[in-house]
T-cell receptor
């Protein structure tokens, strides 16, 4: 079977740093992606890791350890607009994505 | 550019009715996808099309059919709607069917309720 585990909810205050973890067990692995989805909106792509290590894109960073089947998304200098759901997704081949159930991030003033 | 356009945005059906959800992209992408998202859940792949003229099943294809009409358009059909198909349906596209990394671009979704 395919499974991706994420915490269901994380809370933080503006300006803080938060880490959202993702562990996966899939048949086939061609990279781990992260998507953001605001309530009622469409998912939008944030970050991708194909190889082990850290990828940085502005305030967002993502990390992958293939040997541990583990990755995380790090959000720095949190802003109110970062309140959203965050999904990790594994590319199992031919760009077929298997998504986690999502982590709801609540940022308070 | 509009990106990925889905129609309709909302629809209510009765059990047993049929319906086609439309999706079009103007980014000249090769690959297109249909997902469903149930409350509090991630997206689950229904069908995908790696290129014009080809389609393949995803995780949850039962009860659905698809047509890749041309490079731009990929439709999803419910032949006999069931309450279990109440969901938000997202269409997505990506530039290629292979390669290290191709981010998917999503439409705004179709909110479908089946009574």
């Amino acid at each position: 079977g395919q499974s991706l585990e994420q915490p269901s909810e994380v809370t933080a205050v503006e300006g803080a740093i938060v880490q959202i973890n993702c562990t996966y067990q899939t048949s086939g692995f061609y990279g781990l992606s992260w998507y953001q989805q605001h309530d009622g909106g469409a998912p939008t792509f944030l970050s991708y890791n194909g190889l082990d290590g850290l990828e940085e894109t502005g305030r967002f960073s993502s990390f992958l350890s293939r040997s541990d089947s583990y990755g995380y998304l790090l959000l720095q200098e949190l802003q109110m607009k970062d309140s959203a759901s965050y999904f990790c997704a594994v590319n199992t081949g031919f760009q077929k994505l298997v998504f986690g159930t999502g982590t709801r991030l609540l940022v308070s003033p | 550019n509009a990106g990925v356009t889905q129609t309709p945005k909302f629809q209510v059906l009765k059990t047993g009715q049929s319906m086609t959800l439309q999706c079009a992209q103007d980014m000249n992408h090769n690959s297109m996808y249909w997902y469903r998202q149930d409350p509090g859940m991630g997206l689950r792949l229904i069908y995908y099309s790696a290129s014009e003229g080809t389609t393949d099943k995803g995780e949850v294809p039962n009860g659905y059919n698809v047509s890749r009409l041309n490079k731009r358009e990929f439709s999803l059909r419910l032949e006999s709607a069931a309450p279990s198909q109440t969901s938000v349906y997202f269409c997505a596209s990506s530039p290629k069917d292979r390669g290290l990394h191709q981010p998917q671009h999503f439409g705004d979704g179709t909110r479908l309720s089946i009574l």
